[in-house]
């Protein structure tokens, strides 16, 4: 039988041993007052008015550049890239939108309309097509005026 000095050794060299490979893989915790730094796209819009401008500026090079390869000097194809960031523009405008002071029926229209422009610019036809730089000119707008409901609202 196990004396009780014996007994008081191993446990105490049991509970080091489990303080340490608690300690160990444990670490410190989490400081959650310590600001979280994101990555954040150059293509992301500051606000509606700035999204309706990057819109247009990426469906102009589109529409432009129909029958020639846009490329970056080093005669690469830059299309695939302004698609791409047109499509991620236009699905960044619900958030960019919530953050605004919008009413949720407000927000419901952009809302909307994002998706519908998302789902059309899913495959986008080369050249691009007149109906859907209309649509694209009809989306843009519809941000631009959005942009002039909260700037007017706030004075």
Same mark, same amino acid.
């Given at each position: 039988?196990?004396?009780?000095?014996?007994?008081?050794?191993?446990?105490?060299?049991?509970?080091?041993?489990?303080?340490?490979?608690?300690?160990?893989?444990?670490?410190?915790?989490?400081?959650?007052?310590?600001?979280?730094?994101?990555?954040?796209?150059?293509?992301?819009?500051?606000?509606?008015?700035?999204?309706?401008?990057?819109?247009?500026?990426?469906?102009?090079?589109?529409?432009?550049?129909?029958? #020639?390869?846009?490329?970056?000097?080093?005669?690469?194809? $830059? /299309? !695939? +890239?302004? *698609?791409?960031? %047109? &499509?991620?523009?236009?699905?960044?405008?619900?958030?960019?939108?919530?953050?605004?002071?919008?009413?949720?029926?407000?927000?419901?229209?952009?809302?909307?309309?994002? #998706?519908?422009?998302?789902?059309?610019?899913?495959?986008? $036809? /080369? !050249? +691009?097509? *007149?109906?859907? %730089? &209309?649509?694209?000119?009809?989306?843009?707008?519809?941000?631009?005026?959005?942009?002039?409901?909260?700037?007017?609202?706030?004075?």
């Amino acid at each position: 039988m196990m004396s009780h000095p014996a007994f008081a050794r191993q446990l105490v060299s049991l509970v080091i041993i489990s303080v340490a490979l608690t300690g160990c893989f444990g670490g410190p915790e989490a400081d959650h007052h310590e600001p979280v730094e994101h990555f954040v796209p150059d293509h992301w819009p500051a606000d509606l008015l700035d999204a309706a401008a990057k819109v247009a500026e990426r469906a102009s090079a589109l529409a432009s550049q129909s029958t #020639e390869s846009p490329t970056d000097g080093s005669g690469s194809d $830059r /299309r !695939p +890239m302004i *698609e791409r960031e %047109l &499509r991620d523009v236009v699905g960044w405008v619900p958030e960019i939108a919530a953050d605004t002071p919008l009413t949720e029926a407000q927000w419901m229209v952009v809302h909307e309309a994002s #998706e519908a422009m998302s789902n059309r610019l899913k495959t986008i $036809r /080369r !050249p +691009m097509d *007149e109906e859907t %730089l &209309r649509a694209i000119d009809e989306y843009r707008r519809l941000l631009v005026e959005t942009s002039e409901t909260l700037l007017g609202a706030s004075r």
